[in-house]
């Protein structure tokens, strides 16, 4: 069974009830700065972190006051953009004792389903992480709609999970797992330890969200761990209103793990090489030795490009003698290829008029044969 401590980039998911009392609309002080002990005794052990926060609406809602009852659409888009300040602050406050720089991140479900603004996401989300941030994520409640929007975070998560290539997904819940039943209808229900796969049989235990605050159920869950676990993450959900629920999750509490098939990198990896090229360019020699030893695609490298095709789209990539060695996400588009081919990172802003990033392919995004 996996544990906490086997994990090195670390997704958190909050849920709206355990950030937000439900009798009062006031946020669970308390309970945040425990939770900020928790991260701080993660990052202590060397481990990337990323919180994915539901509150903001809840927050909002009690301050504009409106009722506890399903809000409309624009009701909901008021009390998040009055929520979303007031829970960045929160976290900053709690966190920053412990010498943690915070960063908000908020997204919407287009920002991963577009391969350019996924890569954008990601290559932010990097840099936050390799400076040393927390980034707090959430949906950007704000100007999305029902259409766009996530309609659960524990989808975000999981998706958050696969853009930053992270290897555990925690969901804390007021639950501490998955049952065969809900529990708390049922005495006879019994808590899985671990699920290898997530059969039919599992998918009918799945039941519907039970409090007024959070959207997300037991099929919400379930289907984070489908994507989670088939991007190499493994996941877990565990039981959070407790103080300083992380620790206790890594000390044996109880708690549900879902288990990954592979390893963060391999799935990737076997997702972009799944890809349908748009194009290709081809290399010169150096450029092929180069990524031979695990290096970023160079525009100086390149000696020829092969198009149409859009930032984040994949293409082909070739040796002098035209044969494929693999498949990368590119940073760039064919006609901004075509103009920055041959030249040094250096170049590039002369050229395009605005700066761009260093890497035609990011290592990180390509799939070697």
Known sequence: MAAL???????????????????????????????????AWL????????LVSSGSIALG??????????????QSQAAAAVG?????????????????????VLVTLEDSADRRRYLNSRATMEQLLSLGAV????????????????????????????????????????????????????QLAIRYDTITTITPEIEAQAGDAGSGLSKGGMKTKLMAAKTATAAGCAMAISHGATNRPLHALA??????????????????????????????????????????????????????????????????ILTP????????????????????KGHQTSDIEALLGSPGRAALIHRDDLALS
């Open 135 to 186: 980034p707090i994520v959430n949906v950007n409640d704000t100007v999305a709609t029902d259409e766009i929007r996530f309609g659960d975070n524990d989808r975000l998560a999981a998706q958050i999970a696969v853009t930053v290539g992270a290897d555990q997904l925690i969901l804390l819940s007021d639950v501490d797992g998955f049952y065969s039943a809900n529990p708390n209808d049922d």
């Open 61 to 74: 809602r009690g301050v504009l006051g409106l009722p506890a009852t399903p809000l409309a659409l624009e």
């Open 321 to 340: 003698q035209g044969h494929p060695i693999g498949y990368g996400l590119t940073r760039y588009t064919s006609v901004e290829a075509e103009i920055i």
């Open 43 to 50: 990052k202590g052990q060397g481990k990337d972190v990323v």
């Open 251 to 316: 000390m044996g509490a109880n708690a549900t793990w879902f288990t990954a098939h592979s390893d963060p990198q391999t799935a990737r990896k076997q997702w972009i090489a799944a890809i349908k090229p748009r194009g290709s360019v081809t290399l010169d020699a150096g450029a092929v030795a180069a990524m031979s030893k695990g290096k970023s695609l160079l525009p100086a490298g390149v000696t020829a490009v092969q198009g149409p095709f859009g930032r984040g789209d994949s293409i082909a």
């Open 5 to 39: 401590s086997d994990g090195n980039r670390i997704v958190v998911k909050i849920g709206s009830a355990l950030l937000v009392d439900r009798a009062t609309g006031l946020l669970r002080s308390e309970w945040l700065h425990s939770l900020a002990q928790d991260v």
């Open 84 to 104: 979303q300040i007031r829970l960045a602050r929160a976290y900053e406050e709690a966190l920053e004792p412990h010498g943690i720089t915070t960063a908000q």
